[in-house]
């Protein structure tokens, strides 16, 4: 071996298209873009949502209705869930941050617990809100409900 036979190794050299390099190369003339229309002519981009001139979906679909900018949305945790994390963990007190902690939640959600299942013990539980039957479900099991802001 020497150095006149050195090759670069199979595959690791791409031939790329070398355009608008004259009508030798075959690619040249229209370098590869075709005659006429936006796509054929430099600074040419897309826009979001363009469809060739065609009415765009987005204007299209009906829109209808009302969106509440202050409307306030809470991550629904069921008391099942909550049951499943105590027997886990074998816990004695549920906290926003221990919800966090297990990605129950995410740091900046507010939490609503819900009633689904049911509760075998008597546990605090913090949380931003609760339903009527959630609530009466863990005072019912020796447990308290505390509300966070």
Not at 5 to 20: F, T
Not at 73 to 93: F, H, M, P, V, W
Request: aromatic share 4%; hydrophobic share 30%; proline share 3%.
């Amino acid at each position: 071996m020497n150095l006149s036979s050195l090759k670069p190794a199979k595959g690791s050299i791409k031939q790329r298209k070398r355009v608008g390099r004259g009508e030798g190369s075959g690619h040249g003339g229209t370098s590869t873009r075709g005659h006429k229309g936006a796509k054929s002519r430099s600074g040419y981009k897309r826009k979001i949502g363009f469809e060739g001139g065609q009415m765009p979906l987005q204007r299209r679909v009906p829109k209808f209705g009302f969106t509440n900018p202050n409307r306030v949305a809470y991550k629904g945790i069921n008391l099942d869930t909550l049951q499943e994390l105590i027997d886990r963990k074998s816990l004695s007190e549920i906290s926003h941050e221990l919800l966090v902690e297990n990605g129950l939640a995410q740091k900046k959600d507010l939490i609503k617990v819900l009633g689904r299942g049911e509760l075998k013990s008597g546990i605090k539980i913090s949380a931003h809100k609760f339903s009527a039957t959630a609530q009466a479900a863990i005072e019912a099991a020796g447990g308290s409900t505390e509300n966070i802001q």
